[in-house]
T-cell receptor, first 115, second 111 residues
């Protein structure tokens, strides 16, 4: 069965550095999402992406964050000038249709540790 | 205040027991998802439903739109069912593609 794949599985970065988290959604999916889960807390929506543009974003997704689909297969989350509180598990997800109609497929996540 | 509430937060049961996890939400929804988070952190989508009931193997999900409540049931529970179960709702008063998550229910099945 097709899967959403995320790399790396664990990223350790110094505070203030930029990180790029990578995702390869399922190939025929059109909607892409990033979520964040701080250790011990609930999963939080960050951003949704459709037709090469952001369709929804949360208040967490400020100017520090950006998303891109640089080619036909990758979907990336960039965090500029990382802060300690950015340490979390980041999940990518994709779906063929929007959330009203289709469940999402999640990747296994990238654990981001900011030192 | 979280718009999606789950109970219980933690649940420990003996193998074979019937399990019920509850989810309630404060506003109207268009759809609700039940997710399973493995001990390693990965998330798997179990169900998406907007009305009635769905069944997949030993898992059953129900939703009552009028009461703003959904339940996830596991029949004949097994230690491999041990995981965190999360409900996530697509709330009508929020954006078109935003899921609001519950805090999860940590289920432990003892052999």
């Amino acid at each position: 069965e097709p899967e959403v794949t995320q790399t790396p599985s664990h990223q350790v970065t110094q505070m203030g550095q930029e990180v790029i988290l990578r995702c390869v959604p399922i190939s025929n999916h059109l909607y892409f999402y990033w979520y964040r889960q701080i250790l011990g807390q609930k999963v939080e929506f960050l951003v949704s992406f459709y037709n090469n543009e952001i369709s929804e974003k949360s208040e967490i997704f400020d100017d520090q964050f950006s998303v891109e689909r640089p080619d036909g297969s990758n979907f990336t989350l960039k965090i500029r000038s990382t802060k300690l509180e950015d340490s979390a598990m980041y999940f990518c997800a994709s779906s063929r249709q929007g959330l009203r109609n289709q469940p999402q497929h999640f990747g296994d996540g990238t654990r981001l540790s900011i030192l | 205040k979280n718009e999606v509430e789950q109970s219980p937060q933690n649940l420990t049961a003996q193998e074979g027991e019937f399990i019920t996890i509850n989810c309630s939400y404060s506003v109207g929804i268009s759809a609700l998802h039940w997710l399973q988070q493995h001990p390693g952190g990965g998330i798997v989508s179990l169900f998406m439903l907007s009305s009635g009931k769905k069944k997949h193997g030993r898992l059953i999900a129900t939703i009552n739109i009028q009461e703003k409540h959904s339940s996830l049931h596991i029949t004949a529970s097994h230690p491999r069912d041990s995981a965190v179960y999360i409900c996530a709702a697509f709330l009508s008063n929020f954006g078109n593609e935003k899921l609001t998550f519950g805090t999860g229910t940590r289920l432990t099945i003892i052999p």
